[in-house]
């Protein structure tokens, strides 16, 4: 099956700096992939959808300025989270679909946990 | 905005016990995914559902899915404490493939 790698698995930084986070589609071209965060035991709140070489889409709510995504090919997609804060400490996940349509397959990476000291 | 209903949020049960996840929606949906997670890791796909009415089985697992599309639900039999985990239900319907999250189910089955 399709594979999602997530790079790193965890992080641990201070206040004020910036974590980048990267998603790869190992083994098929995404299309579009996906950022959710998710607090402990509460279920993944979508964050941004990415397209290959244009502009994330973010959701409500999220601040763009704050969480920077890029998705430069069709195999990559970075989410830094600039001047982290202790809130910002949370398990962020990505997802990649190669295809466009409603029910395609989301696969999703092992996620990242970060935490803002 | 396409509400999703899931329920309940936490389930403590004895080996051997069944249960049942419901998940509803505020209005028809095109496709509906159930997951499973474990802790520390990305959610692992169930099943994908897109026809009303349909039944699907993953071994000790049962799949419903409502004839108007509007509702779903996952029953376990005789869990096992490797069932353990959070469940999620997940709709589709928009494009890219974007999908909206129910709030989560907490399974512990306990030996």
């Known amino acids: 099956g399709a594979v999602v790698s997530q790079h790193p698995s965890w992080v641990i930084c201070k206040s004020g700096t910036s974590v980048k986070i990267e998603c790869r589609s190992l083994?098929?071209?995404?299309?579009?992939m996906f950022w959710y965060r998710q607090f402990p035991k509460q279920s993944l709140m979508l964050m941004a959808t990415?397209?290959?070489?244009?502009?994330?889409?973010?959701e409500q709510g999220v601040e763009k300025d704050k969480f920077l995504i890029n998705h430069a090919s069709l195999t990559l997609s970075t989410l830094t989270v600039t001047s982290a804060h202790p809130e910002d400490s949370s398990f962020y996940i990505c997802?990649?679909?190669?295809?466009?349509?409603?029910?395609?397959?989301?696969?999703f990476g092992p996620g990242t946990r970060l935490t803002v000291l | 905005t396409q509400l999703l209903e899931q329920s309940p949020q936490f389930l403590s049960i004895q080996e051997g016990e069944n249960l049942t996840v419901y998940c509803n929606s505020s209005?028809?949906?095109?496709?509906l995914q159930w997951y499973r997670q474990e802790p520390g890791e990305g959610p692992v796909l169930l099943v994908t559902?897109?026809?009303?009415?349909e039944v699907k089985k993953l071994k000790r697992l049962t799949f419903q899915f409502g004839d108007a599309r509007k509702d779903s639900s996952l029953h376990i039999t005789a869990a096992q404490p490797g069932d353990t985990g959070l469940y999620l239900c997940?709709?589709?319907?928009?494009?890219?493939?974007?999908?909206?999250f129910g709030q989560g189910t907490i399974l512990t089955v306990h030996p």
């Open positions: 083994d098929f071209q995404a299309t579009t």
């Open positions: 997940a709709l589709g319907g928009t494009s890219y493939g974007k999908l909206t």
């Open positions: 559902v897109v026809t009303g009415g």
């Open positions: 997802s990649a679909t190669p295809g466009t349509q409603a029910w395609d397959t989301q696969y």
């Open positions: 990415s397209n290959e070489g244009s502009k994330a889409t973010y």
């Open positions: 209005s028809v949906f095109s496709s």
